[in-house]
């Protein structure tokens, strides 16, 4: 156990000493919480909206229950900032995973490291969770400040109960956890066979892709992101991570990353 | 103290280490030389439970290798060929790090020792990005050295160094083998090999020679004794060549060179000799080859197997 806290306490050490780290880190969450809060801000000022409540995907008005129009815009328009609030959880993890391994591959600490009685386990779990927990914290962060803005909005309850409705809270506590540990594993992998950081970053956001996919087709109306949907997503990943994970720890090989790292 | 039983690494078809056979004795301090590519760094990996040996087997400390890794990693110090230190990191968290890792009892008294030891102590709270090559392989050797292992590997431990700093870098080796510790160090520099190396095996895939820089001489080139006599005659080869125990003779500028066993016991038979036969012996003096001699002989006859009884 104090091995693991060791290498998370270097890992932060070194890794929040590098400025786009650091950029990503605080960027993406205060953008999460501050575009929607903007968003909800120009709506609650706004007198009409007859014409845009027509953009609203019916099976989303289904939701709307007893709210007005406006607060039923604006529902609609903070869900559809759930998907930021997904990325947080992957793009911070990647970030600092893929520094954190390839930099020791660029720096050549890697092998007094794997000198040390250090196991694999203890070396993987200590880096996963430098990565994974910032980018959990941040999410959930950047979530609290969503929900503490727009209660001093004073928008109608309605959209706060929204706010605080399963489908946000298991997309926020469940999903963006598990997320980050599928951020991490992919970074894991991804930083085994890459020799530049930027490069085992880019190709590791390859992961955005499905949570992009989602956010258009509810956009278009293709799919409703409800609490079910939500559920399924993280009973997906719970499987997705697992495997992810296996792999990424049979991928981590002592001797080859010593022999074949150039 | 370290005890290798045949030990091979092959990296695809390629054999990096064959067949490795030796001993290595507590408090020895051993020097692997040999060319890039010649298997040391391979070799200092498989005995620090890096890698894994294709075929055969080490006792490293007590522990075997391949059953005991972890045990192995506790009880051995490593000076990777790079220092491979975290630049942004200062250097007391460098080291306190990796006294962590190590389970040492007390970091911060055991950091301060090694930093102060080695002249970092005022520097301890920079960030080690900011360090000298000299400084930062010093940092190195102080991180090997943090968790006091039996065994210590070093590899290429003065390469890149400025002539101080190598020279700290060799004292500090030198304060080592007070401590009764076993060193292993794999060198390019036949000077500080012969100066700090019990024993050396000259390893070139496989093993070609082993044993102490002295006797590593004699073995490749004999011993050589250079009689300067004034006016140099033919006879006087001839009346050298005459005792039994004489190798060879030959003249050299005006000098005769004889190679021959045990000089400090045959030398006085011989100035007799040459005294007895006219010739004015002005001095004596042995011809000394260099270890980088010995090397380069061993590296162009390199299909010479070491003596059976060498390997021990």
């Known amino acids: 156990m104090n091995r693991l806290y060791q290498i998370i306490r270097k890992e932060w050490s070194e890794v929040f000493r590098n400025r786009f780290v650091l950029l990503t880190v605080a960027f993406l969450p205060l953008m999460a ?43 609609f328009l903070i869900s559809q900032f759930i998907v930021l609030f997904m990325i947080i959880p992957l793009a911070i993890p990647i970030t600092i995973a893929s520094y954190s391994i390839i930099g020791e591959k660029t720096t050549r600490t890697l092998e007094p490291l794997l000198a040390t009685p250090i196991t694999t386990a203890e070396l993987l779990g200590g880096k996963s969770a430098a990565a994974v927990i910032p980018g959990v914290v941040a999410t959930w962060l950047a979530y609290l400040i969503l929900v503490i803005g727009t209660a001093l909005m004073g928008v109608g309850s309605g959209v706060m109960d929204s706010l605080l409705d399963p ?29 530049d950081p930027r490069t085992a970053e880019q190709t590791s956001m390859l992961v955005f892709l499905p949570v992009l996919l989602i956010f258009f087709a509810q956009m ?37 990353i010593l022999t074949r790292w150039k | 103290m370290i005890s290798i039983e045949g030990l091979t690494k092959q990296f695809d078809e390629t054999t990096a280490v064959d067949n490795l056979e030796l001993e290595i004795h507590p408090g020895e301090v051993f020097g692997f030389l040999g060319p890039n590519g010649a298997g040391k760094t391979t070799t200092l990996r498989m005995l620090s439970a890096l890698i894994n040996p294709s075929s055969g087997t080490a006792h490293v400390a007590g522990y075997r290798l391949g059953e005991d890794d972890q045990a192995i990693r506790r009880n051995v110090g490593i000076l990777t060929e790079a220092p491979g230190l975290y630049d942004r990191l200062s250097a007391e968290r460098n080291l306190a790090f990796f006294a962590y890792l190590y389970d040492v009892a007390d970091v911060e008294g ?59 870098v060799r004292e500090f080796i030198e304060g080592l083998r007070g401590e009764g510790r076993t060193i292993i160090l794999n060198t390019h520099n036949l000077d500080e090999a012969d100066r700090l190396c019990d ?46 125990f004489v190798e060879a003779v030959e003249s050299v500028d005006g000098r005769l ?36 001699d010995v090397y380069l002989h061993l590296m162009d006859n390199g299909d010479a197997a070491p003596e059976p009884g060498d390997a021990t």
């Open chain 2, 110 to 168: 055991r950091v301060e020792r090694y930093l102060k030891l080695l002249g970092l102590w005022e520097r301890r709270l920079e960030p080690v990005g900011t360090f000298s090559r000299g400084m930062r392989q010093k940092l190195a050797i102080a991180r090997a050295m943090l968790h006091e292992p039996p065994v210590l590997f070093l590899d290429e431990p003065t390469t890149g160094l400025d002539p101080e700093a190598s020279r700290l």
């Open chain 1, 167 to 195: 489908f946000w809270l298991i997309a926020i506590f469940v999903v963006g956890p598990l997320l980050a540990l599928t951020g991490v594993s992919v970074a894991v992998m991804v930083s085994s066979r890459a020799t």
């Open chain 2, 257 to 292: 060179v004889v190679t021959l066993d045990d000089p400090e016991e045959r030398n006085p038979a011989l100035v007799a000799a040459l005294v007895n036969a006219g010739a004015q012996v002005q001095f004596v003096g042995e011809i000394r080859k260099s270890l980088e």
């Open chain 2, 199 to 244: 024993r050396i095996g000259v390893l070139n895939t496989e093993l070609l020679a082993l044993d102490t820089p002295a006797a590593l001489r004699r073995e490749v080139f004999g011993r050589k004794v250079v009689f300067h006599v004034a006016e140099l005659r033919p006879e006087y080869e001839a009346t050298v060549a005459d005792f039994s």
């Open chain 1, 220 to 256: 278009a109306g293709f799919i409703l992101i409800d609490a079910r949907l939500v559920l399924l997503i993280a009973l997906a990943l719970l499987v997705i991570d697992a495997i992810l994970l296996t792999a990424a720890v049979r991928l981590f090989q002592r001797e080859n």
């Open chain 1, 33 to 75: 919480a501050l575009l929607p809060l903007g968003i909800l801000y120009f709506i609650g000022s706004s007198t009409d909206i007859t014409n845009d409540l027509d953009d609203i995907p019916t099976s989303f008005m289904a939701l709307c229950n007893d709210l007005t129009g406006q607060e039923c815009m604006q529902y």
